[in-house]
Every structure is written in structure tokens, then in C-alpha cells.
């Protein structure tokens, strides 16, 4: 069975820390990978593709390593607004995507 | 705006009695999902539909149906619910299926008594 798997933290983190997380996935023929944010009781959202090599938004850096089979997302400067649950997403081969349960991110004054 | 909907966001049933739970969505998107979220399981597939009239299973179809007969909705159907079917459940669409940015409803909260 194919699957993701996240680190589930939680992650508690200072404002301005740089905070990273680490996600595995296990169909090593999978093209495309995304992070998804969800806030609590919320629906997900989009947060970053990750195509090849990698993507980099802001202060939001996604890095892919298909020898490994991992996907890295990293924070820099975290801000209270951070604090939510990251969702790692594997695009899968045949198009369902398969999602982490997530890693959870509390950013304290 | 563009968006997906879903009704209604919150239900308190009993077991067994029927319910249907709607999702639409207005981008033209061929491709509509339905998820649901527990506790510790993550997001799981409850089915899945890449156009009208064409409908597959998920990770997770048991106790479930669906139907896509117009491509903006694509509602999901318990027929007999259960208590283990209490749930978050979200409904989703895309402009295709895979690498496209999945666009997710609101959230619908159930309680099966």
C-alpha cells in the first residue's frame, strides 16, 4: 500500500525560529508532491507544489530527494500565523493523491 | 468567486436513517473527491469521480455511495449510517485528476448516534 508518513510533532517553535519537516513516501514512481496547510477544523490548502528538485515561496523552502524518497518543507522567521497542521502530499502515479496525517506546528510569542 | 460548497456543514443523525451530504463546485473542474478525516488516520479517499457519470473507489468506499450526473456536483450518499462513519468529511475538485491543485469545501461535521 502506498503511503506517507510525517513526522507528527508536536513542533513548538519560537517567532523567528526556522523550523523544517521531514516526510517519506513509498511509491517510488510518483511525479509530484505538495504541502497542503489546514488550520485547525478547517479545510486544507495548497501551501506549495514540489516538482523536481524543489520550490522555494518566500520564506517557505520545499526540497525533494527522489534517491531517498523524502520531501522537506522548511519555515524560515516563523510567525504566529504559521501555527497550523502541514499535510505532506504524495500526487501519486495514478492521480489520487495520498496525504501524510500531517505535522503540527505551534509558533509561540 | 471560485469555490466548493458543501451542505450541510453540520449534521447530528441516527443510525441508519439516510442522509446525503451535497458538494458543488463552480470552476468547471472535471475531476471531484471525497475525503474524510479522523483522529490520528488522516485524510483517507472515499471516492473519487474523473467526469459525469464516471465514479471509482477510494481508499475507504465501504458504507458509502456517490453519483456525478452533472459536473459541478457530486454529492455523497449513507445509505444506512453507522456510528463509525462520525466523521469530518471533505469534498474536493480539481481541473484534472493528479498533479493539479486539489481545491477542498469547507468541511462537513457528522455525528452518527
Known amino acids: 500500500r502506498k503511503e506517507v508518513e510525517q513526522d507528527p510533532g508536536p513542533f513548538n517553535v519560537p517567532e523567528g525560529a526556522t523550523v523544517a519537516f521531514n516526510c517519506t513516501y513509498s511509491?517510488?514512481?510518483?511525479?509530484?508532491f505538495f504541502w497542503y496547510r489546514q488550520d485547525c477544523r478547517k479545510e486544507p490548502k495548497l501551501l506549495m507544489s514540489v516538482y523536481s528538485s524543489g520550490n522555494e515561496d518566500g520564506r517557505f523552502t520545499a526540497q525533494l530527494n527522489r534517491a531517498s524518497q523524502y520531501i522537506s518543507l522548511l519555515i524560515r522567521d516563523s510567525k504566529l500565523s504559521d501555527s497550523a497542521t502541514y499535510l505532506c502530499?504524495?500526487?501519486?502515479?495514478?492521480?489520487?493523491?495520498?496525504f501524510g496525517k500531517g505535522t503540527k506546528l505551534s509558533v509561540k510569542p | 468567486e471560485a469555490q466548493v460548497t458543501q451542505n450541510p456543514r453540520y449534521l447530528i443523525t441516527v443510525t441508519g436513517k439516510k442522509l446525503t451530504v451535497t458538494c458543488s463546485q463552480n470552476?468547471?473542474?472535471?475531476?471531484m473527491s471525497w475525503y474524510r478525516q479522523d483522529p490520528g488516520l488522516g485524510l483517507r479517499q472515499i471516492y473519487y469521480s474523473m467526469n459525469v457519470e464516471v465514479t471509482d473507489k477510494g481508499d475507504v468506499p465501504e458504507g458509502y455511495k456517490v453519483s456525478r450526473k452533472e459536473k459541478r456536483n457530486f454529492p455523497l450518499i449513507l445509505e444506512s449510517p453507522s456510528p463509525n462513519q462520525t466523521s469530518l468529511y471533505f469534498c474536493?475538485?480539481?481541473?484534472?485528476?493528479?498533479?493539479?491543485?486539489?481545491?477542498f469545501g469547507p468541511g462537513t461535521r457528522l455525528l452518527v448516534l
Open positions: 511509491n517510488s514512481a510518483s511525479q509530484s
Open positions: 474536493a475538485s480539481s481541473r484534472t485528476m493528479g498533479v493539479e491543485t486539489q481545491y
Open positions: 470552476m468547471n473542474h472535471e475531476y
Open positions: 502530499v504524495d500526487g501519486g502515479s495514478q492521480g489520487n493523491l495520498i
